[in-house]
DNA sequence: GTCCATATCTGTAGCGTTTACAGGTATGGA
DNA sequence: TCCATACCTGTAAACGCTACAGATATGGAC
């Protein structure tokens, strides 16, 4: 039988650092595990496979609160789905406006240096659109939150 | 001529904050500007285009930092394009680099939500995927910075 | 049992970029 | 003169960690 893992043994099974292991539980993400007789944590296979999941939300770019909801969920099998469903719709919909933005603005920054000769600040493109948005092509755009 | 303005006109006529105004001032970005008797500041022309060009620059995604060096660069008309162009050029493979990220990042959320049916969470793909990697075409899918 | 290197513990502070507040003061018009 | 509004300073929150300091536990070699 797999003995339990100590925090650092954790960190390596799932890439998660200690230190932000242990900000997970300090935050409710991770529930507090049992301890040994000096105070360590001790984790079991449950543990293990919860901090996956968390990585892995994190790593597609679900914020903390969203996976506190997905886990909620996830702890009732018997409940509808759409609940989860309507979180990642959310979330897809929000990596695509922000696709959307850094595209602009990907765009607008190649303009820029498309026009940057190698002569001096004095006609330098880059400094002279930045000081005036009136030169930019895309009238609104913002930097992705 | 036109009076200076006070930190809520200057806040109206650039669209920046005023507690952001006050941060970048304490943070160097902007000169400490002169006060009246009462201590209040008063900005002239010479600063509303210097926050207009912080802004732009911030709307565009440039780095704080990379803004305190290109302001350092305007200042100096007769020298060189050749940093700000290479600070444009550093960050146009940065937004690129994010783009990437963010595009992989929506495919997978995509796929996961393509094979959600209605059903409960117990056959919930999204779910079922976040909870192991092992599901995902990307092997390092990466939320960007 | 003893020693020691390593791992872990708690608590706090920092990162970057704002935003929000509390409690006090200045300004400008009626 | 009065008062609503704008402004002031300083501090703390927000996000999601990361990094430290100084103390304690663990596990292996002797």
Redesign the interface.
């Known amino acids: 039988m797999p003995e339990d893992l100590s925090i650092g043994a954790l960190s390596q099974a799932t890439g998660v650092n200690i230190e932000t292991i242990r900000y997970y539980e300090k935050i409710g993400l991770l529930l507090p595990p049992p301890r040994t007789e000096g105070r360590q944590r001790r984790y079991d296979g449950t543990a293990v496979?919860r901090l996956?999941?968390i990585?892995?939300?994190?790593?597609?770019?679900f914020s903390v609160d969203a996976i506190r909801d997905?886990i909620a969920?996830?702890a009732?099998?018997?409940?509808?789905?759409?609940g989860?469903?309507a979180?990642?719709?959310a979330?897809?919909k929000d990596?695509?406006r922000?696709?959307a933005q850094?595209?602009a603005?990907?765009d607008?920054?190649?303009r820029?240096?498309d026009h940057?000769?190698?002569?001096?600040?004095?006609?330098?493109r880059?400094?002279e659109i930045?000081?005036?948005?009136g030169q930019?092509l895309h009238e609104d755009?913002?930097?992705?939150a």
């Open positions: 496979r996956r999941f990585r892995h939300a994190r790593d597609l770019g997905l969920m996830a009732d099998p018997a409940a509808s789905c759409s989860a469903d979180i990642a719709r979330h897809l990596v695509e922000r696709i850094l595209v603005l990907r607008e920054i190649a820029m240096l940057c000769g190698d002569g001096t600040i004095a006609d330098c880059v400094i930045l000081a005036d948005h930019c755009h913002r930097s992705p």
